[in-house]
């Protein structure tokens, strides 16, 4: 395999890259925090397409949209001076003067020391560091859990973390908007979990994560650093892997900082992405497998609309996760967690980065701290689950609160955001389960996210509940919100549903189509209910680019195509369904000429839809980042990887057929579909 160089993107919001470009902010200076002290000086200095510039985000704060990227703040209830709401800022304070409360206290403070912690890593050490499956069973009685320990209150920075309790004090915030985790660290905080950290350089010196680096797991991708195994952020601005690694694994109870969701989980970092070759991004995501249980990926394609393949083309990306899923764990499977995208605003769409819609990835969206789908977070039937990230609505009058996380060099922030924040969120959450149940494969953790979710933003329309079960799905939600303790529980009782062994798959059934895509302009393209959240607060932004179409209502007045199950199938439970296809020009001489226009979905015997495109622009960045407007490429041998088909059964009493449908909802760029076909994974 060619080792070719890739720029990356990672996971920020976009919309928020670009406010704080037009503020003059920045996250070149780290700030630390009183009563850190100030730490070592940081040194000078599959298979994507992005951009390689890391930002930060403009702060994002419990009261106030001022402020300085990185700085905690107090709240002043006092009015703020030139106009501004009420809570000003005050930097290097550790406390904030909001009164937390809500849920019951032992939600609100962390764990004390207990056995099983894993062994820390001192500086002097660091630098070698290198019943029917599916169901709930009776509860395990294998292992009973940690006795409870006593909580503390010393990580000054917890009651920030509104991810984490959400108490409705948070701006535009609404209690109980969060993770749900609940007492659940008395009892599991990730002990004896092993998580790497697929990202750039991460500061694994910064003494809130100090005590949980496994030594010598580690490694440095970066030729520079030959010489150097720690995978350190080269430069200020290298902050993203140390602020991902944060959220997932910052210690607690240390009398710094904050807390991570799994504060108690060995952590490993590759900063592959540092790198941008295809091997240094295949090799992390298979390196260390006989040790590390989740890889965690606030990382993908950027969001430009192009149906976008891998760019060491998708077998590459497909093989090394099937090894993972295969020989991780020994047997039960390596767990992938990947960030949805942050292309919403310009109408990109989950699934048309094909890197996050395979079968064996966890594939993560965003909610805010109102409990609604962040302006930023991609839709699409691949996703999985949603965990909190910040969000900005409308514009700079009406800020939803960032994340609070680490920065290198001993630092902390309070803004960041997008999906790359909400990904080590479930990574953290599958920590615990694993550690509750270390039992689970990785077709089972899927499994318990989805019957565990937590259904957000309830009042929005586009949700649908699939007949008989309790499972229900939302295309900007996937099955719901991450619930940690809901999780946590019934990954007790779960009873496994085995691994890569034990997977039925039918297919890959092709059809040969050669038929016209027919031209079918709406009559209006105002946007859709299902486009909206609750409120329809939203529809000019968050339903951008997809002509108003809501997204389960088959295409009807278009090209049909059916394929038909064979009666030999024997799934009856459905955990992944891939449906591949090529567009092609009306002389069948090149490509569709203008894939963005065509609105394409696909409906299950049981009629359940997933909508695998909308008309949408495309873009190509500029050399000074900017976006400009290109023709849409790529549905040429395209995958569309669905999780929204999770326990269909293949095929009904009634019927076989799972039916394609295409129009082309702009005018100009005609084209036909010359074959698709379908392939469905699951078990009996």
Partial sequence: MKNNARQIVLHLSPWLLLALGACGGGGDTLQTVSPIAEGEQLPAGMPVIG???????????????????GNLVTVDPTPAPNGQPPGSMTAGSTTASNTMAGRTAAGSAMASSTAADIPPVTRATATGMSTSPGTVATARTDSSPPAPAPFTTSDPLRAQQWHLRNTGSTLNAVAGEDLNLGGLHRQFRGEGIRLAVVDNGVDVLHDDLLPNVVPGASHNYLPEGQG????????????????????????????LGGVGVAPRAGLVAYNALAHQTDVSLLDALTRGLADNQIYSNSWGALDTGHFEHVSAGDGALASALGRGLREGRGGKGAVYVFAGGNGAQTGDYSVYDSNVSHYGMVT?????????????????????VCAPSGDSRTGY????????????????????????????????????MLQANPDLT???VPLVLAHSARQVDAGSPGWRSLPGSSLRYHHHYGFGGVDAQAAVKLARQWSSVGGSESVRQCGPYRKKVRGAIPERIPATTGAAPDNTDSSGSMEDTRGKGNGGIDENVPVQDGLLSAIDIPADCPIQHIEH??????????????????????????????????????????????????????????????????????DEPAATATSRSWTLGMADRRTGNHGKLYWWEITLYGRE
């Fill in 364 to 384: 993560v969206c965003a909610v805010n701290a109102g409990g609604r789908r962040t302006l930023y977070s991609e839709a699409g039937p691949n996703l999985t």
């Fill in 228 to 255: 150097n195994a720690l995978p350190l952020p080269v430069t200020p601005s290298d902050d993203h892997g140390t602020a991902v690694a944060g959220i997932v694994a910052a210690r607690d109870d240390n009398g």
């Fill in 51 to 69: 951009d390689s510039s890391l930002q930060t985000a403009p702060p994002v704060t419990e009261d106030s949209p001022s402020g300085t990227p």
């Fill in 577 to 646: 369904v891939d449906v591949r296809m090529t567009a092609v020009s009306d002389n069948y001489r090149r490509q569709h000429p203008g894939p963005g226009d065509l609105h394409i979905t696909l409906t299950s015997p049981l009629g359940q839809v997933s909508t695998l495109a909308t008309p949408h622009d495309c873009y190509r960045l500029g050399s000074d980042g900017s976006r400009q407007g290109t023709r849409c490429v790529g549905l040429k041998d395209f995958r569309f990887g669905l999780r929204r088909h999770m």
């Fill in 442 to 444: 990785w077709r089972d």
């Fill in 397 to 432: 009058g009406d800020w939803q609160a960032g994340i609070t996380t680490l920065l290198p060099g001993q630092g902390y922030r309070d803004n960041f955001n997008g999906t790359s924040a909400a990904v080590p969120m479930v990574s953290g959450v599958v920590a615990l």
